[in-house]
T-cell receptor, first 110, second 113 residues
Framework: SQQGEEDPQALSIQEGENATMNCSYKTSINNLQWYRQNSGRGLVHLILIRSNEREKHSGRLRVTLDTSKKSSSLLITASRAADTASYFCATDADEGKLIFGQGTELSVKP | KAGVTQTPRYLIKTRGQQVTLSCSPISGHRSVSWYQQTPGQGLQFLFEYFSETQRNKGNFPGRFSGRQFSNSRSEMNVSTLELGDSALYLC????????????FGPGTRLTVL
């Protein structure tokens, strides 16, 4: 079974808008990662946030982590058509294994 | 540095056959992990190799196996293929292990007929 569950499963927005994706997980973690996947290709690492961090930024990306609620969110600001992709959270809850959620499919329309 | 490479990129096999997929990690990376991605089950962890030793294994039957060579290149093998093995198989490498930032290859698309 998947450790992480993303919400929503699909998101459609206009260019320039912000996109927010959420991830919930079940057990304690050391860190949580976000990845992007373009149309059936390999995944690209976006950001890693450790359990003792609450927020992290990378360019137009902002990730928050709330370990008390076992949830994380990924915010993409000023979205572009090139941001169209599937976004996955992944946790290290199962020692040595990276467990991925089902993903959020983001569509950014020009 | 060159990225993670996987060969072949596409493969068509029939039920009962076996298949070997190859992955070359980024130079200097000693950890190689394998994942299976299907529309129904999503991304599932298969196994991780570190310095030629299997360090972790996911919940897959024994038909799925792998190995890592001294140059960190890795292969995974699936024997007695089933229709349900049709998937995108992704390989990822990292410096220290699968719990750290991983660099993924483009994947091998396996179709079992």
């Amino acid at each position: 079974s998947q450790q992480g569950e993303e919400d929503p499963q699909a998101l459609s927005i206009q260019e320039g808008e912000n996109a927010t994706m959420n991830c919930s997980y079940k057990t304690s973690i050391n860190n949580l990662q976000w990845y992007r996947q373009n149309s059936g290709r390999g995944l690209v690492h976006l950001i890693l946030i450790r359990s003792n961090e609450r927020e992290k930024h990378s360019g137009r990306l902002r990730v928050t982590l709330d370990t008390s609620k076992k949830s994380s969110s990924l915010l993409i600001t000023a979205s572009r058509a090139a941001d169209t992709a599937s976004y996955f959270c992944a946790t290290d809850a199962d020692e040595g294994k990276l467990i991925f959620g089902q993903g959020t499919e983001l569509s950014v329309k020009p | 540095k060159a990225g993670v490479t996987q060969t072949p990129r596409y493969l068509i096999k029939t039920r009962g056959q076996q298949v070997t997929l190859s992955c070359s990690p980024i130079s200097g990376h000693r950890s190689v992990s394998w994942y299976q991605q299907t529309p129904g089950q999503g991304l599932q962890f298969l196994f991780e190799y570190f310095s030629e030793t299997q360090r972790n294994k996911g919940n897959f039957p024994g038909r799925f196996s792998g190995r890592q060579f001294s140059n960190s290149r890795s292969e995974m093998n699936v024997s007695t293929l089933e229709l349900g093995d049709s998937a995108l198989y992704l390989c990822a490498s990292s410096l220290a292990g699968s719990q750290n930032e991983q660099f993924f290859g483009p994947g091998t698309r396996l179709t079992v007929l």
